[in-house]
């Protein structure tokens, strides 16, 4: 019976949490499963009630489950607070504390949403990408400071890389290419950083490894412009930390919202699942979130941490299966005037997975 942290957090995390919980009780019960659950603090929340983004509760609490859903953190209620004690920083210490250095983040086009996007629909048709960003290392993670100098101050923020860091994301990638078209694009900025010029050559040493896997590099800037001109052209990429930050929201596009994407953060014993957006601050408390990002990861967390494919692609069946019959939450809806709210969006994708054939 696999037991699950549950790490609401700040916005429309908790609201989006809620769905998430209803998708995991319908697909449970529908495949005769059971799972536990534990609530933890985490982020402004966390800051409100402990004076700490990741209280020692939560740091020991989610060391002891089977896999850790997160729900987003921060808003500017603590955007003054010191470094140390934003909410961004317990998120950050959460990733690292897990040692999950391998962060999954799926784009997939889904045919019935492809004339929501701010792009082309015949652009979009079939993009199916998966990109691989580090997640525990580079620039989030090296020494800050901040010193006075003549005429105001100097502040600085390391990108630092180790071989073997690199090495380990990367091998996650090439693996997980090889499982797909057999396609990956590392990206980086070889010909400005040092850490990036490391990052090359590893994966040159280690594409022998994989012998099915085509690689290619592709510079970071020409990455942001290639996925908006041909998509289709990418299988899994691989990046450090900061880009794939970047390029994944960039890419959330291509599915029509960043409220659709899910990721799964790996390389640990207990691994942890976060849709890849905010708190979203500016629609906190309306009901109109799209809970898809988190509903997606659930299925991801069935996947790879509990082994349970039937039900992951329950899960998936069922929300592609309620945006073919047209529903769409606010971020999604071509005409502003008709849309489901999120709780009204999750309700829908449960009476999809209790209604459900098992025809696959
Ligand atoms: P954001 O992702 O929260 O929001 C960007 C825009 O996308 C907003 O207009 C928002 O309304 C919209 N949006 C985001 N998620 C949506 C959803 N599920 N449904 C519908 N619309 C959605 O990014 P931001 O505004 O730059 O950051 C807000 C706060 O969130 C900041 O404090 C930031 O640090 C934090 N943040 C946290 C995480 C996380 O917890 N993993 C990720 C990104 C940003
Ligand atoms: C994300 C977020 C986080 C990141 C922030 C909130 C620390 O943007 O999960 O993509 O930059 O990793
Ligand atoms: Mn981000």
Not at 103 to 112: G, K, T, W, Y
Request: glycine share 8%; hydrophobic share 40%; charged share 25%.
């Amino acid at each position: 019976m696999p037991k699950i942290a549950l790490l609401p957090g700040d916005g429309i995390g908790p609201e989006i949490m809620k769905e998430a919980v209803k998708v995991l009780e319908a697909v449970s019960e529908r495949f005769q499963r059971t799972c536990t659950y534990e609530v933890l603090p985490i982020g402004g929340e966390a800051i409100d009630r402990y004076g700490d983004p990741l209280p020692e509760e939560t740091l020991l609490g989610v060391k002891c489950v089977d896999a850790v859903l997160l729900g987003a953190v921060g808003g500017p209620k603590w955007d003054k607070e010191p470094a140390h004690r934003r909410p961004e920083s317990g998120l950050l210490r959460l990733r690292k504390g897990l040692g999950v250095y391998a962060n999954l983040r799926p784009i997939v086009a889904c045919d019935s949403l492809l004339n929501v996007s701010t792009l082309k629909p015949e652009i979009l048709r079939g993009v199916d990408i998966l990109i691989v960003r580090e997640l525990t290392g580079g620039i989030y993670f090296g020494a800050k400071e901040r010193h006075a100098v003549e005429d105001g101050e100097q502040a600085t923020d390391m990108l630092v890389y180790e071989t073997k860091e690199i090495e380990r994301v990367v091998r996650t990638a090439f693996h997980l290419a090889s499982q797909r078209r057999g396609r990956l694009a590392s990206v980086d900025k070889a010909n400005v950083l040092e850490s990036s010029r490391l990052w090359r050559e590893t994966v040159n040493r280690i594409a022998p490894e994989y012998p099915d896997v085509k690689v290619e590099h592709v510079l970071v800037d020409n990455c942001a412009m290639q996925l908006i001109r041909n998509p289709r052209q990418f299988d899994v990429i691989v990046t450090e930390n900061m880009f794939g930050d970047i390029l994944s929201d960039e890419a959330a596009m291509l599915t029509g919202s960043i409220g659709m994407l899910p990721s799964a953060s790996l390389g640990a014993e207990v691994d942890l699942y976060e849709p890849i957006h905010g708190s979203a601050p500016d629609i906190a408390g309306k009901g109109i979130a799209n809970p898809v990002g988190i509903i997606l990861s659930v299925a991801m967390m069935l996947r790879h941490s509990f082994g349970w494919e039937d039900e992951a692609q329950a899960i998936e069946h069922a929300v592609n299966h309620v945006f073919q019959e047209g529903y769409r939450t606010k971020d999604l809806a071509s005409d502003s005037s008709y849309f489901l709210h999120t709780e009204e969006f999750g309700n829908k994708v449960v009476e999809e997975i209790v209604n459900f054939e098992m025809d696959f």
